[in-house]
């Protein structure tokens, strides 16, 4: 089955810096790759997706890249706020249409400090 | 905006007692998902539910955990007898469409001692 892999597992950050986040996968079937935000006591929150046909995809200050040569993607998180501090997760489906069967990665626990 | 609710927000069992979750998806979402969250981990697909028959139940452990959405609209999970290793966050979550994206509640917390 799909394995992901999520680096780093702890990312500190000044405020105003830049955040990435980076993730592997080894299915190549697998065609759709969210990123989910998740903070203390609440369930993850989508923060930004993206399909195999995309090589990057930008909302304001977050961006994810794909690179389905390399089987990697990664989130970049830009002028980086104390709010964005939580834990980031990316994940990768099994291919096909269904976007909901998801493996995830480990999480990324990001602090941003002011 | 629309939200997957999901109760109780915190359950504490002893082992061997049963217990059941309950999520109401997003109104008109047709495909509904419980995923398992272990402290410290990412979340886990439990099973999928397209309208009210079960997709993919194949990581379900399925002499304990059962899963049922009778019309298609909200959904039961349960865990009869539950174990300590059954200690988790069981999150909810639902989509418009097989191709959608996902949306997740706010989990129930379960703490099995």
């Known amino acids: 089955g799909e394995n992901v892999e999520q680096h780093p597992s702890t990312l500190s950050v000044q405020e105003g810096d830049s955040a990435v986040i980076k993730c592997t996968y080894s299915?190549?079937?697998?065609?759709?790759f969210p990123w989910y935000k998740q903070e203390l006591g609440k369930g993850p929150q989508l923060i930004i997706d993206?399909?195999?046909?995309?090589g990057e995809k930008k909302d304001q200050r977050i961006a994810v890249t794909l690179n389905k040569t390399a089987k990697h993607f990664s989130l970049h998180i830009t002028e980086t706020q104390p709010e964005d501090s939580a834990v980031y997760f990316c994940?990768?489906?099994?291919?096909?249409?269904?976007?909901?069967?998801?493996?995830f990665g480990q999480g990324t626990i990001l602090t941003v400090h002011p | 905006e629309a939200e997957v609710a999901q109760s109780p927000r915190y359950k504490i069992t002893e082992k061997s007692q049963a217990v059941a979750f309950w999520c109401d998806p997003i109104?008109?979402?047709?495909?509904l998902y419980w995923y398992r969250q272990i402290l410290g981990q990412g979340p886990e697909l439990l099973v999928q539910?397209?309208?009210?028959?079960?997709?993919?139940d194949s990581q379900l452990p399925k002499d304990r955990f059962s899963a049922e959405r009778l019309k298609g609209v909200d959904s039961t999970l349960k865990i009869q007898p539950a174990e300590l290793g059954d200690s988790a966050m069981y999150l909810c979550a639902s989509s418009l469409r097989r191709d959608s994206p996902l949306h997740f509640g706010n989990g129930t917390r379960l703490t099995v001692t």
């Open positions: 299915d190549s079937a697998s065609n759709y």
């Open positions: 109104s008109g979402h047709a495909t």
């Open positions: 993206i399909r195999s046909n995309v």
């Open positions: 994940a990768a489906n099994s291919g096909g249409t269904s976007y909901g069967k998801l493996t």
């Open positions: 539910f397209q309208d009210e028959s079960v997709v993919d």
